[in-house]
């Protein structure tokens, strides 16, 4: 029962990785926590809205956790990680171990049972923190690999609670997870939910599997039997996330945004066509891809600055991680060499930007692109191809998407693209650029409609009712 010290409890509990919120250093050498941009955050807003909720997550440095504290109207409940179990927990396993194996091994994923170890000393840690502060029959939302025994441990804490986790990331084929020396527990960690959501159907799907294959559970038209006596069965769905479209189109349709975007085309050398592509530096974004097609596109003379070029934002991630330290190596060799080879003076072929940036800045770089490129290998969703539409108010830009992208099964009318086909992508690229202004427009309404309808806050809604109904079907249109 819950036993919060503090005495507060809440009907809504998150569970994340990340706390919504970053801590700041003032001019004045105090500190403050901002509220993270992020999408998960603006969809929580519209949640809890109506419902004041806890959020249990790291506050980002090792060492001890802050005192929980309250930051608009959301409870903040911050989990302590060593700077040991940083490495472990999270570098190592949840990105070295988990990424790659559910990335379908696009780099050899690494092995340790010291970070197995943490990792479950981690999910505890969180767990227990859920535990004090949900109220009775409370509703729990885990979220994403990082935390994927929390459901089987909060229910062993707290049988009364209903518990649902949602999968950022593809979950993959059983072929790939069986290399999991600790594929049983994950899988019975996951099963303590009463519903799991997944990005895309053959996501839910690939779970299921893994459950009928590797612990021999009994399976149904997307449901999981558990076999701890109860007659307990878990359901397994695609609900895929999405962003919040009012919002950011009210943003990009900002003068100043606009006149940064033209800004932007006009430092650039105002160019013909505009590619860009916006992605963290992942070996999972297909960044290498793009850049050879792009390369070769200009070294065939089939496009070629000044009329063209490519800015490249690549975010800073993983830094630690050795997979992350080669791919930026290579990356900015790659970039070096096509702009040495084929750049002119005051016209780059490409612009490469290692940095983060505001979001007013993002919506002025979509709105000033005419091509989008989005060519991951794998990816769970990929929210940078539903903002860039979701910007193109104007109706203006191409998209080109990777077939393997969540994306794309909802945005198929996209210039769609396989990266690893090197020819094809470029083919596709040449087609996003030379297709008549009329056909794009209404390519764009439709990729628009799409996101429109099916924004961040009808996402949070259909989670919610998905885990109220678990384990039948919820209605289909809340
Ligand atoms: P990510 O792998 O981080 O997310 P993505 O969905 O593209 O990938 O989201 C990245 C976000 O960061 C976007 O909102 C983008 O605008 C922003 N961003 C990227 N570069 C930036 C920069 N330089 N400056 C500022 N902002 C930047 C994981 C999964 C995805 C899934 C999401 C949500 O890997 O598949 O779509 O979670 O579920």
């Not at 001019?27 to 004041?52: F, H, I, K, N």
């Not at 792009?294 to 630690?320: C, F, K, M």
């Not at 077939?403 to 210039?415: R, S, Y």
């Not at 209404?442 to 989670?463: G, N, P």
């Given at each position: 029962?819950?036993?919060?010290?503090?005495?507060?409890?809440?009907?809504?509990?998150?569970?994340?990785?990340?706390?919504?919120?970053?801590?700041?250093?003032?001019?004045?050498?105090?500190?403050?926590?901002?509220?993270?941009?992020?999408?998960?955050?603006?969809?929580?807003?519209?949640?809890?809205?109506?419902?004041?909720?806890?959020?249990?997550?790291?506050?980002?440095?090792?060492?001890?956790?802050?005192?929980?504290?309250?930051?608009?109207?959301?409870?903040?409940?911050?989990?302590?990680?060593?700077?040991?179990?940083?490495?472990?927990?999270?570098?190592?396993?949840?990105?070295?171990?988990?990424?790659?194996?559910?990335?379908?091994?696009?780099?050899?994923?690494?092995?340790?049972?010291?970070?197995?170890?943490?990792?479950?000393?981690?999910?505890?840690?969180?767990?227990?923190?859920?535990?004090?502060?949900?109220?009775?029959?409370?509703?729990?939302?885990?979220?994403?690999?990082?935390?994927?025994?929390?459901?089987?441990?909060?229910?062993?804490?707290?049988?009364?609670?209903?518990?649902?986790?949602?999968?950022?990331?593809?979950?993959?084929?059983?072929?790939?997870?069986?290399?999991?020396?600790?594929?049983?527990?994950?899988?019975?960690?996951?099963?303590?939910?009463?519903?799991?959501?997944?990005?895309?159907?053959?996501?839910?799907?690939?779970?299921?599997?893994?459950?009928?294959?590797?612990?021999?559970?009994?399976?149904?038209?997307?449901?999981?039997?558990?076999?701890?006596?109860?007659?307990?069965?878990?359901?397994?769905?695609?609900?895929?996330?999405?962003?919040?479209?009012?919002?950011?189109?009210?943003?990009?349709?900002?003068?100043?945004?606009?006149?940064?975007?033209?800004?932007?085309?006009?430092?650039?050398?105002?160019?013909?066509?505009?590619?860009?592509?916006?992605?963290?530096?992942?070996?999972?974004?297909?960044?290498?891809?793009?850049?050879?097609?792009?390369?070769?596109?200009?070294?065939?003379?089939?496009?070629?600055?000044?009329d063209v070029t490519l800015v490249q934002v690549a975010t800073p991630s993983r830094e630690r991680v050795a997979a992350y330290q080669h791919l930026r190596a290579d990356v900015e060799q790659t970039v070096?060499?096509?702009?040495?080879?084929?750049?002119?003076?005051?016209?780059?072929?490409?612009?490469?930007?290692?940095?983060?940036?505001?979001?007013?800045?993002?919506?002025?770089?979509?709105?000033?692109?005419?091509?989008?490129?989005?060519?991951?290998?794998?990816?769970?969703?990929?929210?940078?191809?539903?903002?860039?539409?979701?910007?193109?108010?104007?109706?203006?830009?191409?998209?080109?998407?990777?077939?393997?992208?969540?994306?794309?099964?909802?945005?198929?009318?996209?210039?769609?693209?396989?990266?690893?086909?090197?020819?094809?992508?470029?083919?596709?690229?040449?087609?996003?650029?030379?297709?008549?202004?009329?056909?794009?427009?209404?390519?764009?309404?439709?990729?628009?409609?799409?996101?429109?309808?099916?924004?961040?806050?009808?996402?949070?809604?259909?989670?919610?009712?998905?885990?109220?109904?678990?384990?039948?079907?919820?209605?289909?249109?809340?």
């Amino acid at each position: 029962m819950p036993s919060s010290q503090h005495g507060k409890t809440f009907d809504l509990v998150i569970a994340a990785n990340r706390l919504p919120v970053d801590q700041v250093i003032l001019d004045s050498g105090e500190t403050e926590w901002r509220r993270s941009p992020g999408g998960l955050v603006t969809a929580m807003d519209s949640v809890m809205r109506d419902q004041p909720g806890a959020w249990v997550g790291w506050a980002g440095e090792p060492g001890e956790a802050p005192a929980p504290f309250d930051q608009e109207g959301t409870h903040l409940v911050p989990v302590a990680l060593s700077a040991e179990e940083v490495r472990r927990y999270y570098e190592g396993f949840s990105n070295d171990t988990l990424w790659p194996i559910y990335h379908d091994v696009i780099v050899p994923a690494s092995f340790h049972r010291e970070w197995w170890t943490a990792y479950q000393r981690v999910n505890e840690r969180f767990a227990e923190a859920v535990a004090e502060v949900a109220a009775p029959g409370a509703r729990i939302w885990v979220q994403d690999y990082q935390l994927q025994l929390v459901p089987a441990m909060v229910r062993a804490l707290r049988p009364d609670v209903r518990i649902g986790w949602f999968n950022h990331i593809p979950f993959p084929p059983v072929e790939l997870f069986a290399q999991l020396p600790w594929r049983g527990q994950l899988l019975r960690g996951l099963l303590g939910a009463d519903f799991l959501g997944f990005q895309r159907q053959a996501d839910a799907q690939n779970f299921v599997r893994a459950c009928r294959q590797l612990i021999h559970a009994e399976t149904k038209a997307g449901t999981v039997a558990v076999d701890d006596g109860s007659g307990r069965r878990v359901r397994a769905a695609a609900i895929p996330i999405s962003i919040d479209f009012k919002g950011l189109e009210a943003l990009a349709r900002e003068p100043s945004v606009g006149e940064r975007a033209a800004e932007i085309r006009e430092q650039l050398g105002n160019p013909k066509v505009l590619m860009l592509g916006v992605d963290r530096l992942d070996y999972t974004k297909g960044i290498r891809h793009r850049l050879k097609a792009y390369e070769e596109l200009l070294a065939d003379r089939r496009i070629g600055p000044p009329d063209v070029t490519l800015v490249q934002v690549a975010t800073p991630s993983r830094e630690r991680v050795a997979a992350y330290q080669h791919l930026r190596a290579d990356v900015e060799q790659t970039v070096g060499r096509i702009n040495g080879d084929l750049g002119q003076i005051g016209a780059p072929a490409v612009h490469y930007l290692h940095h983060a940036y505001p979001r007013e800045e993002m919506a002025a770089l979509f709105r000033a692109a005419d091509v989008m490129l989005v060519t991951p290998l794998r990816d769970g969703m990929n929210l940078v191809a539903k903002e860039y539409v979701t910007c193109r108010f104007d109706l203006g830009g191409a998209l080109v998407l990777s077939e393997f992208t969540g994306a794309w099964h909802e945005l198929h009318q996209a210039f769609s693209c396989n990266p690893h086909d090197i020819e094809g992508l470029k083919q596709t690229i040449l087609r996003a650029i030379n297709t008549p202004e009329r056909e794009k427009q209404r390519i764009m309404r439709a990729l628009r409609k799409r996101v429109s309808d099916h924004d961040v806050q009808r996402w949070a809604a259909r989670f919610l009712a998905a885990l109220d109904a678990a384990p039948d079907r919820a209605e289909p249109n809340p």
